[in-house]
C-alpha cells in the first residue's frame, strides 16, 4: 500500500473541510460531541474546535501515517497554554465508530475514499450518532481525474476507479440508512500540474491515488510522465461532492410516532 509522503501538502483536504465549514451557519445548536472520521491534516479539527470551542472531539481512521501526521501537525502549531495543557482529539487506530448512539456530529472530509465497502460505513456512521444527531462528508464523484483516465485508456492501461461514487448515490444510501432529508451536491475543481511527480504525490495525500487498481502501475506512471514531459497533459479535474443529513430516531419495528395536538378554539362573532 502507498505511504502517506514526509510534508505532504493538504491544500485539497483544507479546500473541501473550508467548504463544509460554510455550512454549519445553519446550525442552531452547537455540537457537544464531535467524531472526526477520517484524519485530513489537521484541516477540519483545526476549523470545527475553532467554532465549537467546548465540543470534545475524537479522531478515527485506520491509517496510522494519517493519525501520526494530523497530531504532528498539532503538536507544531502549539502555544505554550496547549503544550501546557496537552489537549488534542483522543485517537483511534480504526475506521470503525463505536456504535451507541452518543455523538452529536459525525465529520468525514474524504474519509469514504479508503474504505471499500460505503454501505457499511455509513452504516456505522449512523449508528454512531444520536436521533437527530448531523453527519456532514466530503468525497470524490465520478468524473475525478477524466482527463488521466483518458490518458490511460489511449494506451490500453487497464485502471478502474471503483470508489469514485455518484451524489445520488450516496443520498440514496443516506435514505437507506436512517438519514432524513439527506442533501448531496458537487461542484468541479481543476488544477493545472507543471510536473507528474507533484500530480501524484497530491493524489497520495489526498488518499485517492492509493485506491486506483492498475494492471501495470509502473506503465501506468510512465505513460503519464511522457505525457508530461511533452506537455500533453495540462488540468486535472476533480469532482467534488458534499453531503449532510440528519440521523432519523430510530424506532421498534412495528411501531410508530403518535403526535396529540390541542383543539383549535373557535371565536364566537
Same mark, same amino acid.
Do not use: C
Given at each position: 500500500?502507498?505511504?502517506?509522503?514526509?510534508?505532504?501538502d493538504?491544500?485539497?483536504?483544507?479546500h473541501?473541510?473550508?467548504?463544509? /465549514?460554510?455550512?454549519?451557519?445553519?446550525? &442552531?445548536?452547537?455540537p457537544?460531541?464531535?467524531?472526526l472520521?477520517?484524519? /485530513?491534516?489537521n484541516?477540519?479539527?483545526?476549523?470545527? &474546535?475553532?467554532?465549537?470551542?467546548?465540543?470534545?472531539?475524537?479522531?478515527?481512521?485506520?491509517?496510522?501515517?494519517?493519525?501520526?501526521a494530523?497530531?504532528? $501537525?498539532?503538536? +507544531?502549531k502549539?502555544?505554550?497554554?496547549?503544550k501546557?495543557?496537552? %489537549?488534542?482529539?483522543?485517537?483511534?487506530?480504526?475506521?470503525?465508530?463505536?456504535?451507541?448512539?452518543?455523538? /452529536?456530529?459525525v465529520?468525514?472530509?474524504?474519509?469514504l475514499? %479508503?474504505?471499500?465497502?460505503?454501505?457499511?460505513?455509513?452504516?456505522? #456512521?449512523?449508528?454512531?450518532?444520536?436521533?437527530?444527531?448531523?453527519?456532514?462528508?466530503s468525497?470524490?464523484?465520478p468524473?475525478?481525474?477524466?482527463?488521466?483516465?483518458?490518458? #490511460?485508456?489511449?494506451?490500453?492501461?487497464?485502471?478502474?476507479?471503483p470508489r469514485?461514487?455518484?451524489?445520488?448515490?450516496?443520498?440514496?444510501?443516506?435514505?437507506? %440508512?436512517?438519514?432524513?432529508d439527506?442533501?448531496?451536491?458537487?461542484?468541479?475543481?481543476?488544477?493545472?500540474?507543471?510536473t507528474?511527480?507533484r500530480?501524484?504525490?497530491?493524489? $497520495?495525500t489526498?488518499?485517492?491515488?492509493?485506491?486506483?487498481?492498475?494492471?501495470?502501475?509502473?506503465?501506468?506512471?510512465?505513460?503519464?510522465? /511522457?505525457?508530461?514531459?511533452h506537455n500533453?497533459?495540462?488540468?486535472?479535474?476533480?469532482?467534488?461532492?458534499?453531503?449532510?443529513?440528519?440521523?432519523?430516531?430510530?424506532l421498534?419495528?412495528?411501531?410508530?410516532?403518535i403526535?396529540?395536538?390541542?383543539? +383549535?378554539?373557535?371565536?364566537?362573532?
Amino acid at each position: 500500500m502507498t505511504a502517506l509522503l514526509n510534508q505532504p501538502d493538504w491544500f485539497l483536504q483544507s479546500h473541501l473541510a473550508a467548504t463544509m /465549514d460554510e455550512r454549519l451557519t445553519i446550525l &442552531k445548536q452547537p455540537p457537544n460531541k464531535i467524531f472526526l472520521a477520517g484524519a /485530513d491534516g489537521n484541516e477540519s479539527y483545526r476549523l470545527l &474546535k475553532a467554532r465549537y470551542p467546548q465540543a470534545q472531539f475524537q479522531e478515527f481512521d485506520s491509517r496510522a501515517d494519517y493519525l501520526q501526521a494530523a497530531q504532528s $501537525i498539532r503538536k +507544531s502549531k502549539q502555544n505554550w497554554w496547549q503544550k501546557l495543557s496537552n %489537549h488534542f482529539p483522543t485517537q483511534t487506530h480504526s475506521d470503525q465508530l463505536p456504535v451507541n448512539a452518543m455523538v /452529536d456530529m459525525v465529520w468525514s472530509n474524504l474519509g469514504l475514499i %479508503h474504505q471499500a465497502n460505503t454501505q457499511q460505513v455509513i452504516e456505522n #456512521w449512523a449508528g454512531a450518532l444520536k436521533p437527530e444527531g448531523l453527519l456532514f462528508f466530503s468525497h470524490f464523484g465520478p468524473d475525478t481525474l477524466k482527463e488521466i483516465l483518458t490518458v #490511460w485508456r489511449k494506451h490500453d492501461i487497464i485502471v478502474t476507479a471503483p470508489r469514485l461514487l455518484d451524489m445520488h448515490d450516496l443520498g440514496d444510501m443516506l435514505l437507506q %440508512h436512517g438519514f432524513y432529508d439527506p442533501v448531496t451536491d458537487m461542484n468541479m475543481l481543476t488544477l493545472q500540474y507543471t510536473t507528474v511527480e507533484r500530480f501524484i504525490n497530491d493524489m $497520495i495525500t489526498a488518499g485517492l491515488w492509493q485506491t486506483l487498481q492498475f494492471d501495470s502501475e509502473v506503465e501506468a506512471v510512465r505513460i503519464l510522465a /511522457d505525457h508530461w514531459q511533452h506537455n500533453h497533459v495540462h488540468d486535472v479535474t476533480l469532482e467534488l461532492v458534499y453531503g449532510h443529513g440528519i440521523r432519523r430516531l430510530a424506532l421498534p419495528e412495528n411501531t410508530a410516532t403518535i403526535q396529540f395536538y390541542p383543539p +383549535s378554539l373557535s371565536q364566537k362573532k
